[in-house]
């Protein structure tokens, strides 16, 4: 495995990013397999719709039963050292990326270097992580601060639907009979959910 992540590595950009493009329209098996083949540590039971792993992929470790949802972006080099580089034409700054098990990470979401995502937690799609998300929140925003705890969330979602593992129709159905048939009828509900 290190010889291959060795070689995924060493190929030029413009050989890597099409592989990485191609790898991340298949099968998560695929996407975890090349995850891995450029050195990323990824747990078991882990999905990954498609991630931007960086320069230095084997500084990045994903733990077990993590989702990272689609163009999510692991950053573990600060590029910004290239105005120092007049000063000091060596200057890195590189850190690993940690995620814990039990996590999800949502779409278009930056993980920045040096962060560590703690076990069950839940980072919002879009979010900016510059900081360690501690356990069992849910972060959101540019810069991501926090906003709730799972166990607000849960709290939240005790009432929610009951859909998953249904056939597609019976979805539609579930769906169409909570929220309505039209934007004026889901509008009306959506807020009265919001004031109860």
Known sequence: ???????????????????????????????????????????????????????????????????????????????????????????????????????FIGAKAIIMPGVVIGCNSVVAAGAVVTKHVPEGVIVAGVPARIISTIDEYKHKLSEGTRTKGASALAKREALIGIWGKTPAERKRRMLDTETN
Request: aromatic share 12%.
């Open 1 to 103: 495995m290190l010889i291959c992540s060795t070689l995924v590595n060493h190929l030029p950009e413009i050989l890597r990013r099409p592989l990485y493009f191609f790898l991340k329209k298949v099968s998560n098996r695929t996407r975890l397999l090349y995850a891995r083949l450029v050195g990323v540590e990824v747990g078991e039971h882990c999905r990954i719709y498609s991630a931007e792993f960086g320069s230095e992929p084997y500084l990045v470790s994903i733990g077990n039963h993590v989702t990272v949802s689609g163009w999510v972006t692991f950053l573990t080099h600060d590029g910004g050292v290239w105005v120092l580089r007049q000063f000091d034409p060596m200057i890195e700054y590189v850190r690993p990326i940690v995620v814990e098990d039990n996590v």
